[in-house]
């Protein structure tokens, strides 16, 4: 195979290539290495210029390559001085970008560098080749029994034996025995066959490098028969020989070794080279397939109509252009398997622009295709619950709108206490909430309702060709069968609305508006009731949870009210102050139990845990509007008079009066009665403790107003 047919193949790859030497110092350790030839998909890749850099060192390219986290001047020089290979996958500071690297090296001090950036080969090889020239020409003249008898030469400096010793004397005595023999041969050629000949020879002189051409002519002179032998000195085509052989040998070594699949066909179509990676997703391998047909060996089909594909061969042999697989294309290979691919196909040229065959570049696109559909369904569904999302239903919204569709029923639902779930039981129980409120959702509609979650805590089901009865008997089932449910903050509740479109002049958003606006009614009616359902039922899983807290609780409430009574209050805020108690550690719903049962010394994280529990209270009982006003005097009940207190560190009077008085009733309660952490005080204790925080964490006349309560009662409460 020629070099153009490897050149071609390499210049369409979408692989990077780079061919570099490596520079070592004195003590030969690699110090820097120079760039010799890159391609265009290497350019792409790295964003470096080839013709800017050709010929230069990558220090001098990229000079902040010593300071890169990965040493890659070692890392190549250990592969080029030791001939091996490598794979990496590495991040390049100085470029700014990773790269799969594939590394080896086709001749000691050199390497090649493929990246999984894959286009075409940057430079023609055929340009490359330069037209052999003749630099000497030297004639003698020789008789036929093999004397030299003249030398016609213009510079006796290109002999590679003086002249005057060369005239007269015998071949064998100017050449080794081995090559005069070899030189005889053809001289006989010639003689029988009156034909020339053509030998080629390497000089005799050890020190002498050069190649020559003998053309030998055997002239028959009746007088003077003699052989004329016409020297040229073929040095330059040698070397150029020699290294388009070891290029060849690396473009076809590069093209065996690519991570993508590599098949060549011949002027007619038919298979010339498969690398490992075509053989092993075609099943086929070199011998098999050489010489078939490509469509035989590369079978495509479309994934979704089976239909076979287009030759991409045979279209390429007529266009003489670069062209790419229509998407949805499957590899059916010899061994059953159906391979998702993409590929291009490129024309190899001769320097002519004669079109002697194709090269097509194929790559396994399965974990991509996979990814891409992954992708497409995450585009269209909501993460969380599997529904679709609200792109999807807007884009559905717009497709059933049409007259055959009518009537067209809308059902919107929203989920009840999803935010005071969230707040007294964390997120995760939130998410649950949520899918459950889904599963019930798709068990209970029919296989082609449009269900999706359009917002954090909305549903829609969008159901064509239904009445809106069927609609309101659809959601009064699934109203039913969540009320069944049971999740942490009891029972699932949702409040939903319906509408529906009959004819083609109403407009669907009108509907849409219709659905909601009866959504929002019912959920503000039942709102209320189903949150103080919730309170209850979030106090009785805490009490349950810890049922010292009950006690706790009521307790605190208790004394509160006492305080309260003792300050001149009026029934209706007595009643305020002692709810307030009873429900300032609801927040604690939140905390894990392994902090507030823990009976050793708390950590620092775990106090910043248990501190949260004022804030918790506040969000679960400020989005009810009977509970709003405690709300704001719970978050505070952990002041201090100082202002040293939290959450926000309010002091004295900034601290609303019921605060201050559930802060003493709390304290006092929880000194007597003692925590997991720590022991209880007796009453006498707990007295001193109240009278020396007096106007550092409580307020002085509260406490004084506690201390009288406190010994009205016999010091027992």
């Not at 495509?300 to 594909?309: A, G, K, M, Q």
Request: glycine share 6%; proline share 3%; charged share 25%.
């Amino acid at each position: 195979m020629t070099n153009d047919f490897y050149h071609g193949i390499i210049k369409n790859l979408h692989v990077g290539y780079a061919y570099h030497r490596i520079i070592c110092d004195t003590q030969g350790t690699p110090v820097d290495y120079e760039f010799i030839e890159v391609n265009r998909a290497f350019e792409a890749a790295t964003g470096l210029i080839g013709a800017e850099i050709i010929g230069k060192t990558v220090t001098a390219v990229i000079p902040e390559i010593r300071d890169s986290g990965f040493d890659w001047i070692r890392f190549y020089g250990e592969i080029a001085l030791n001939h091996t290979t490598a794979e990496i996958e590495q991040y390049s500071s100085p470029l700014n970008r990773w790269y799969r690297v594939q590394v080896y090296s086709p001749e000691t001090n050199y390497f090649i560098t493929l990246f999984n950036d894959i286009t075409r080969e940057k430079r023609d090889l055929a340009e490359r080749n330069l037209l052999l020239t003749t630099l000497h020409d030297i004639v003698f003249e020789i008789s036929t029994d093999y004397h030299f008898t003249n030398v016609i030469v213009q510079d006796e400096t290109t002999l590679f034996v003086p002249k005057k010793n060369i005239i007269g004397s015998h071949i064998t005595s100017i050449f080794s025995k081995d090559l005069s023999e070899e030189i005889i041969v053809v001289f006989k050629a010639a003689h029988d066959t009156g034909q020339k000949q053509e030998f080629e020879y390497k000089s005799p002189v050890p020190t002498d490098k050069r190649w020559f051409l003998a053309e030998i002519f055997y002239i028959n002179d009746n007088e003077s028969p003699r052989f004329v032998v016409s020297i040229h000195d073929i040095s330059r085509r040698k070397r150029m020989e020699k290294s388009l052989f070891i290029e060849k040998e690396r473009l076809q070594t590069t093209l065996l070794s690519i991570g993508d699949g590599v098949i060549s066909t011949d002027s007619r179509g038919c298979v010339t080279l498969l690398n490992k990676v075509a053989e092993n997703l075609t099943g086929w391998n070199q011998q098999e397939a050489y010489g078939l047909p490509l469509d035989q060996v590369l079978k495509l089909v479309n994934e979704y109509t089976r239909e076979s594909c287009e030759n991409p061969a045979r279209r390429v042999l007529e266009e003489g252009l670069i062209i790419e697989l229509n998407n949805h294309t499957l590899l059916l290979s010899k061994d059953g398997r159906e391979i998702p691919i993409e590929d291009s196909a490129a024309p190899i040229k001769d320097q002519d622009g004669q079109i002697t065959g194709v090269v097509i570049v194929f790559r396994d696109f399965t974990d991509k295709k996979e990814k891409q559909e992954k992708i497409e369904y995450l585009s269209f569904h909501d993460h969380l619950t599997g529904l679709y999302n609200r792109r999807y239903f807007d884009e559905e919204l717009k497709r059933l709108n049409t007259p055959r569709n009518l009537p067209l029923s809308l059902l919107i639902f929203d989920v009840n206490g999803l935010k005071l779930t969230n707040d007294a039981f964390g997120h995760m129980a939130g998410d649950r909430l949520l899918k459950k409120v889904a599963q019930t959702m798709q068990t209970i509609s029919r296989s082609d309702d449009i269900i999706a979650r359009i917002g954090g805590d909305e549903f829609v089901i969008l159901l064509p060709q239904t009445e809106i009865q069927e609609a309101k008997e659809l959601a009064k089932r699934i109203n039913t069968a969540l009320s069944h449910e049971h999740l942490e903050a009891g029972q699932i509740s949702i409040s939903s609305g319906w509408a529906v479109k009959t004819t083609a002049d109403e407009e669907i958003t009108e509907v849409f508006k219709a659905a909601e606006n009866k959504m929002y009614q019912y959920k503000i009616s039942e709102r209320n009731s189903t949150r103080n359902e919730a309170i209850q039922f979030i106090m009785k899983t805490l009490y349950e949870k810890l049922p010292r807290e009950q006690q706790h609780s009521e307790r605190v409430s208790n004394i509160s009210g006492l305080i309260g009574a003792a300050m001149g209050m009026n029934k209706e805020e007595i009643n305020e102050l002692k709810t307030a108690g009873a429900l300032h550690d609801i927040g604690k719903i939140a905390i894990g139990n392994e902090i507030l049962d823990k009976t050793g010394e708390l950590s620092d994280f775990e106090w910043l845990e248990i501190r949260r529990h004022p804030e918790i209270s506040f969000s679960i009982l400020s989005s009810l509007n009977d509970y709003a006003p405690l709300a704001n005097i719970i978050l505070v009940h952990h002041e201090r008079y100082d202002g040293t207190g939290y959450p926000k560190g309010l002091s004295a009077e900034q601290i609303p009066l019921p605060a201050r008085i559930i802060a003493i009733a709390d304290a006092f309660d929880a000194m007597t009665y003692g925590r997991p952490y720590k022991e209880p005080l007796t009453t006498e204790a707990a007295i001193r403790e109240i009278v020396a925080g007096k106007s550092t964490q409580f307020d002085p006349a509260i406490a004084d107003i506690f201390l009288s309560v406190l010994a009205e009662n016999n010091y027992c409460l």
